[in-house]
């Protein structure tokens, strides 16, 4: 069964670190940009970062950038999310996301109102505390 596997989180403290993983299982790997979300109250799931698997052009929240670096390994299926400098406002669940066809620019932060993202992972909670 084709599926997004999320890997990695856990328990850190503040200024510690984490990577995260998310393997495509049974896909081709040849989605146009796979990214990294997060649950914000009352918005939904936003876009922490985004990659194209093509150009390896990169988005990132404010909140995180020179803090958090994405990467892609085509031969591996997998998408890294190194999260360096953990704060606890960064505790939630991280979805890892791909689209056959959406650009980075029009995944991160979200869609269109009127186009869902083609998979998703189960997610894998990420907890910054002392």
């Known amino acids: 069964q084709a599926q997004l596997v999320e890997s990695g989180g856990g328990l850190v403290q503040p200024g510690g670190s984490l990577r995260l993983s998310c393997v495509a299982s049974g896909f081709t790997f040849d989605f146009s940009t796979v990214g990294w979300f997060r649950q914000v109250p009352g918005k939904g799931r936003e876009g922490v970062s985004c990659i194209s698997l093509s150009d390896n052009s990169t988005y990132y929240t404010d909140s995180v950038k020179g803090r958090f670096t994405i990467s892609r390994d085509n031969a591996k299926n997998t998408v890294y999310l190194q999260m360096n400098s953990l704060k606890p406002e960064d505790t939630d669940v991280y979805y890892c996301?791909?689209?056959?066809?959406?650009?980075?620019?029009?995944?991160?932060?979200?869609?269109?109102?009127?186009?869902?993202?083609?998979?998703w992972g189960r997610g894998t909670q990420v907890t910054v505390s002392s």
């Open positions: 996301a791909a689209d056959r066809s959406l650009a980075v620019q029009a995944m991160c932060p979200r869609p269109p109102y009127f186009r869902s993202i083609d998979h």
